[in-house]
Antibody
Framework: EVRLVESGGGLVQPGRSLRLSCVASGFNFDDFVMHWVRQVPGKGLEWLSVIRGDSGFTGYSDSVKGRFTVSRDNAENSLFLQMNSLRVEDSAIYYC????????????WGQGTLVTVSS | QSALTQPRSVSGSPGQSVTISCAGS?????????ISWYQQHPDKTPKIIIFDVSRRPSGVPDRFSGSKSGNTASLTISGLKVEDEADYFC??????????FGGGTKVTVL
């Protein structure tokens, strides 16, 4: 069974940094593309970033490009999101998501970690 | 990266069919067949119900079907059930290693 467990969320002041982690189990982690998606509670979903299994490519939404960096450690079955220069509008639940076998769909989701950016 | 356009809400009675549209452009929906749909019940994580335009993961009822015409994708729920009441989101690959979401549609079962 696929399991994705995020951690690292919390309350942070605007302009500061936070690093999210996601530990994966139940599948061959290094074989799969992984994504980060966020959602303001009660609102829609926003795709943030993607990283290939071998870290050979990464992609970002315009809203986080230049501020957020995705990375992974396949030896630890872990995915990371380094978030710098945080803004109030970055407050949301952040989900770690596994890509599907044929690519570019989100087939398994973690439970999410809540990030609140506030002074 | 413009968000895809979905109706805010649709509704139907049990047993009826409802269709949710997801409008994009030639850069996303029209350009690739990586279109997927997700169901999200209140306070739950999203669940994939359609991928690659019209394929269903195992365990998803065949009441759910997907299609695409030009720059618009659609999700049809046939034989609507009370448990189908949820939010539904579409996504599409938009090139350059980017995904884009629709704004979401609330399905209400009357």
């Amino acid at each position: 069974e696929v399991r994705l467990v995020e951690s690292g969320g919390g309350l942070v002041q605007p302009g500061r940094s936070l690093r999210l982690s996601c530990v994966a189990s139940g599948f061959n982690f290094d074989d799969f593309v992984m994504h980060w998606v966020r959602q303001v509670p009660g609102k829609g979903l926003e795709w943030l970033s993607v990283i290939r299994g071998d870290s050979g490519f990464t992609g970002y939404s315009d809203s986080v490009k230049g501020r957020f960096t995705v990375s992974r450690d396949n030896a630890e079955n872990s995915l990371f999101l380094q978030m710098n220069s945080l803004r109030v509008e970055d407050s949301a639940i952040y989900y770690c998501v596994k890509d599907g076998q044929s690519g570019w769909y989100l087939d398994s989701w973690g439970q999410g970690t809540l990030v609140t950016v506030s002074s | 990266q413009s968000a895809l356009t979905q109706p805010r809400s649709v509704s139907g009675s049990p047993g009826q069919s409802v269709t949710i549209s997801c409008a994009g452009s030639s850069r996303d929906i029209g350009g690739f067949n990586f279109i997927s749909w997700y169901q999200q019940h209140p306070d739950k994580t999203p669940k994939i119900i359609i991928f690659d335009v019209s394929r269903r993961p195992s365990g998803v009822p065949d009441r759910f079907s997907g299609s695409k015409s030009g720059n618009t994708a659609s999700l049809t729920i046939s034989g609507l059930k009370v448990e189908d009441e949820a939010d539904y989101f579409c996504t599409a690959y938009a090139g350059n290693f980017n995904l884009v979401f629709g704004g979401g549609t609330k399905v209400t079962v009357l």
